[in-house]
C-alpha cells in the first residue's frame, strides 16, 4: 500500500506556470509507476500523464503534451509535474496516482491502483 499527498496547487493567470508535487509513503516509492489525472467542475477524470519506476519512460495526454512535464526523484519519494503555459481549460483538481503496473495506455481507461485526494489549480484568463 502507498500513501500519497499532493501539494502545491493555486492560482495561476493563463500563460504562467506552476509545479504541483506529490509525496508518497509505505512501500518503497521506486516500485511504482507514478501518474497525474486531473476532474475539471462538472466533468469526469482524465488522464494527465504518467512516468515509469525509474523514470525512463514517460507518457502524456495529448492535451497537455509539451507543456507538462512529469518527472521523479525517488531519493525523496516524490512526484512532480511541471505545468507550463498554462490554459483556463487546465483547471481542475490534480490527482496522484500509483501503480504496481508500467501500462500507460490502459491507464486512461482504468486509472491507477492508488490516489491521493488531490489539489486545486485554478487558471484564470
Known amino acids: 500500500q502507498v500513501q500519497l499527498v499532493e501539494s502545491g496547487g493555486g492560482l495561476v493567470q493563463a500563460g504562467g506556470s506552476l509545479r504541483v508535487s506529490c509525496a508518497a509513503s509505505?512501500?518503497?516509492?521506486?516500485?511504482?509507476?507514478m501518474g497525474w489525472f486531473r476532474q475539471a467542475p462538472g466533468k469526469g477524470r482524465e488522464f494527465v500523464a504518467a512516468i515509469s519506476w525509474s523514470g525512463g519512460n514517460t507518457y502524456y495526454a495529448d492535451s497537455v503534451k509539451g507543456r507538462f512535464t512529469i518527472s521523479r526523484d525517488n531519493a525523496k519519494n516524490t512526484v512532480y509535474l511541471q505545468m507550463n503555459s498554462l490554459k483556463p481549460e487546465d483547471t481542475a483538481v490534480y490527482y496522484c496516482a500509483a501503480d504496481d503496473i508500467w501500462d500507460p495506455a490502459n491507464y486512461i481507461i482504468r486509472g491507477m491502483d492508488y490516489w491521493g485526494k488531490g489539489t486545486l489549480v485554478t487558471v484564470s484568463s
Open positions: 509505505g512501500r518503497p516509492f521506486s516500485s511504482y509507476a
